[in-house]
Antibody
Framework: EVQLVESGGGLVQPGGSLRLSCAASGFTFSSYVMRWVRQAAGKGLELVSGISASGTYTYYADSVKGRFTISRDNSKNTLYLQMNSLRDEDTAVYYC??????????????WGQGTLVTVSS | EIVLTQSPGTLSLSPGERATLSCRASQGVGNSYLAWYQQKPGQAPRLLIYGASGRATGIPDRFSGSGSGTDFTLTISRLEPEDFAVYYCQQYANFPRTFGQGTKVEVK
């Protein structure tokens, strides 16, 4: 059974930093693209960042480029999101998601339960 | 950036009724790379449909997707009590991947 368990969320002041982790199990982690998607309270979904299976290629939304860094440790089956220079508008639930495959199936097919990040003074 | 507009914003129906949800794209979605997700309160999204019409693993056949180009539809043939939720469409033809704003299916 595929399991994705996020951790590391919490309350942080504007300008602060936080590191999210996502522990994966139930599939061959090193074979799949992974992504972080966030959702502000009562709002829709936003793709924040993605990383290729090997970690060579990364993607960032314009809203977080230069502030967030995605990485992965395939030996530990863990995905990370380092968030620096946090802003009020980064407040959201952050989900990690496994991508199903390529082409037609290049979509998140499994999601974690999310971790809440609150940026406030 | 492809903007996805979902309609209606809220759909009020009774169990057993048919639900038809629309997702319109601001430009053509190449290869029909359009997905649908279901989200219940306090839960993560669940993949329902990929490639506009392919059902994800374990999704009941009362859920079906159709469409191409700029107009896509999610149909729930007979609403079950567990189907009342928010539904999002997402395009993955281009970066940035974008989501619609969601349609809430509520009990009438």
């Amino acid at each position: 059974e595929v399991q994705l368990v996020e951790s590391g969320g919490g309350l942080v002041q504007p300008g602060g930093s936080l590191r999210l982790s996502c522990a994966a199990s139930g599939f061959t982690f090193s074979s799949y693209v992974m992504r972080w998607v966030r959702q502000a309270a009562g709002k829709g979904l936003e793709l924040v960042s993605g990383i290729s299976a090997s970690g060579t290629y990364t993607y960032y939304a314009d809203s977080v480029k230069g502030r967030f860094t995605i990485s992965r440790d395939n030996s530990k089956n863990t995905l990370y999101l380092q968030m620096n220079s946090l802003r009020d508008e980064d407040t959201a639930v952050y989900y990690c998601a496994k991508v199903g495959g390529s082409g037609n199936y290049d979509v998140p097919d499994y999601w974690g339960q999310g971790t809440l990040v609150t940026v406030s003074s | 950036e492809i903007v996805l507009t979902q309609s209606p914003g809220t759909l009020s129906l009774s169990p057993g009724e048919r639900a038809t949800l629309s997702c319109r794209a601001s430009q053509g979605v190449g290869n029909s790379y359009l997905a649908w997700y279901q989200q219940k309160p306090g839960q993560a999204p669940r993949l329902l449909i990929y490639g506009a019409s392919g059902r994800a693993t374990g999704i009941p056949d009362r859920f079906s997707g159709s469409g191409s180009g700029t107009d896509f539809t999610l149909t729930i043939s007979r609403l079950e009590p567990e189907d009342f939720a928010v539904y999002y469409c997402q395009q993955y033809a281009n970066f940035p991947r974008t989501f619609g704003q969601g349609t809430k299916v509520e009990v009438k």
